[in-house]
């Protein structure tokens, strides 16, 4: 088969590679229906995070289940399944208490931009939808397998709740369905931090009520205004850089929370200033596994339609495309259909 692999900064391929086989008695193999271009692909693409050999790529993926191990219960083949970035047993005492992205035995799963994948521990990663979904379905069930889990996490992680008010910094696909995810949480009033015109109406269509465009002290500052002075009470942090941290620990009110989910990067703290600002501080890898019911079932439901995030669709042979697009900005999310010819 052929599938995504990296070579170094900038130079995507899409090229003959082993179909992948069971390994192990837990293992499943996936034929992918549909994968994606993540934001936190770019960093490697980008050369910003270095990489040694050639590296498949892409971890976000669902798809039908061709084939699994002897000691795989529940899922068979022919079903629908979506599953983590993060293979976990969903057994051992951290997954216990839902964050099976820090599993004892977690696996990084990767490789899915291709036809085919295999995802380790198959029973603690994957979860069924009762029937083969539509194909108008798909792109929003792909996103609960990191971006609409990530942003949910990222709500979650800073408390939203009903009538609450909440600040979103980062306009990508994980910003964007942090937006979704705070209204779906019962935030009273969202205010997203953007500025680009394609992501502030995404980002309202969401229930953004507020778009900032200010950026750093400034965006602060407007944050500060729009919230009398006081701060959000919920902040996503959806970046990973120093500007943007730093951006939603000084807009968030004191005793308020920030639920970082942007892989940092060069991003150190200050003890001193984090310790006066009187702020809860919780991220990860989001434990996309610990929502993915909930989520399926919001998804089938039509309660909510995460998969407007893609506005670029290609054939998977066209991958290299999906990175330039997003690199430049020219795309939210690049979807990767295996099925379409180019």
Not at 36 to 60: A, F
Not at 86 to 105: K, M, W
Not at 285 to 314: E, T
Request: glycine residues 12%; hydrophobic residues 40%.
């Amino acid at each position: 088969m052929k599938g995504t692999v990296l070579y170094g900064p900038r130079d995507v391929r899409f090229e003959e590679r082993t179909e992948p086989k069971i390994a192990h008695a837990t293992d499943a193999i996936i034929r992918i229906s549909a994968a994606c271009v993540c934001g936190s692909d770019l960093w490697p693409y980008r050369g910003l995070n270095g990489i040694k050999e050639p590296t498949p790529m892409g971890h976000e993926y669902c798809g039908i289940v061709e084939e699994v191990g002897n000691a795989v219960k529940s899922v068979r083949p022919g079903q629908f399944v979506i599953g983590s970035f993060f293979a976990s047993d969903n057994t051992c005492p951290t997954c216990q208490i839902g964050y099976q992205s820090s599993c004892q035995h977690r696996e990084l799963v990767g490789g899915a931009q291709a036809p085919m994948l295999r995802v380790p521990f198959a029973d603690g990663t994957l979860v069924a939808t009762p029937n083969v979904p539509s194909n108008d379905l798909i792109p929003s069930l792909l996103t609960l397998s990191d971006v609409m889990g990530t942003g949910w996490f990222a709500a979650d992680a800073a408390n939203v709740k009903p009538g609450s008010t909440v600040a979103v910094v980062g306009d990508g696909a994980v910003g964007l369905l942090g937006v979704l995810s705070a209204k779906q949480m019962g935030a009273k009033r969202i205010i997203a931090m953007s500025r680009h015109a394609s992501r502030q109406k995404l980002a309202r269509e969401f229930g953004a009520t507020d778009i900032v465009t200010e950026r750093g002290d400034l965006g602060v500052e407007r944050i500060k205004e729009l919230t009398k002075g006081l701060g959000a009470d919920s902040m996503l942090e959806c970046v990973g850089t120093q500007e943007s941290m730093m951006q939603a620990i000084n807009a968030t009110r004191p005793g308020g929370y920030i639920g970082y989910v942007g892989v940092p990067h060069g991003v150190a703290l200050n003890g001193e200033k984090l310790f006066f600002a009187h702020v809860h501080l919780h991220g990860s890898p989001a434990p996309v596994r610990r929502y993915l019911p909930d989520l399926i079932k919001r998804v089938l439901d039509g309660r909510i339609n995460p998969g407007k995030v893609f506005d670029l669709a290609l054939p998977l042979p066209q991958v290299a495309e999906g990175y330039r697009a997003m690199d430049e900005r020219r795309a939210i999310k690049a979807l990767l259909l295996p099925n379409e010819t180019t």
